[in-house]
T-cell receptor
Framework: GDSVTQMEGPVTLSEEAFLTINCTYT??????LFWYVQYPGEGLQLLLK?????DKGSNKGFEATYRKETTSFHLEKGSVQVSDSAVYFC??????????FGGGTRVLVKP | GAGVSQSPRYKVAKRGQDVALRCDPI?????LFWYQQALGQGPEFLTY????????KSGLPSDRFFAERPEGSVSTLKIQRTQQEDSAVYLC???????????FGQGTRLTVV
């Protein structure tokens, strides 16, 4: 079946540092790929998405590129802020519209 | 409403008790999903509705779990004879259609004691 693997956290960074969270997937067909974010005490929010190979999703300074050849969708941000502290989930959506999530990566940004 | 609303936010049940969790999706959203999120894990798919039709229930862990959406709007997830391993956050999500981005509610945290 489909699966998503993302790097385990926690990832601890200083403000203005560069953030990368690795995500790779296994799927049949051509899934859409997503990053969701969960801020402390809040629900899951869609951060960005890409629906086909080589698409780049971007939002709030975060970017991720759909790489079919490496089955990856790594999340990057050039300069993180304390407010980016959250848990980040990589996910894929199959043809049946079901989302499959990775285990989540906790990011802590220190001032 | 403005977002997906779930109730109750917290539920403590004694082992063996039946529980019902409610989800009010965003108005007009055709697709509705239920997920289970154990502590420190990613959400796991339970079931999917398109309007009132339950198109996929492959993620329901046992026949103690039952979901319905009789009028294509509000949905209820029912768990019969709760067990300790049912303790988790139950998330509901809706989308305009299945291919659009899904919006999640804040979840119901179920604790079985």
């Amino acid at each position: 079946g489909d699966s998503v693997t993302q790097m385990e956290g926690p990832v601890t960074l200083s403000e203005e540092a560069f953030l990368t969270i690795n995500c790779t997937y296994t799927a049949t067909g051509y899934p859409s790929l997503f990053w969701y974010v969960q801020y402390p005490g809040e629900g899951l929010q869609l951060l960005l998405k890409a629906t086909k190979a080589d698409d780049k999703g971007s939002n709030k300074g975060f970017e991720a590129t759909y790489r079919k050849e490496t089955t990856s969708f790594h999340l990057e941000k050039g300069s993180v802020q304390v407010s980016d502290s959250a848990v980040y989930f990589c996910a894929l959506r199959d043809a049946g519209n079901k989302l499959t999530f990775g285990g989540g990566t906790r990011v802590l940004v220190k001032p | 409403g403005a977002g997906v609303s779930q109730s109750p936010r917290y539920k403590v049940a004694k082992r063996g008790q039946d529980v019902a969790l409610r989800c009010d999706p965003i108005s007009g959203h055709v697709s509705l999903f239920w997920y289970q999120q154990a502590l420190g894990q990613g959400p796991e798919f339970l079931t999917y509705f398109q309007n009132e039709a339950q198109l996929d229930k492959s993620g329901l862990p046992s026949d103690r779990f039952f979901a319905e959406r009789p009028e294509g709007s509000v949905s209820t997830l029912k768990i019969q004879r709760t067990q300790q391993e049912d303790s988790a956050v139950y998330l509901c999500a809706s989308s305009l259609d299945g291919s659009a981005g899904a919006f999640f509610g804040q979840g119901t945290r179920l604790t079985v004691v």
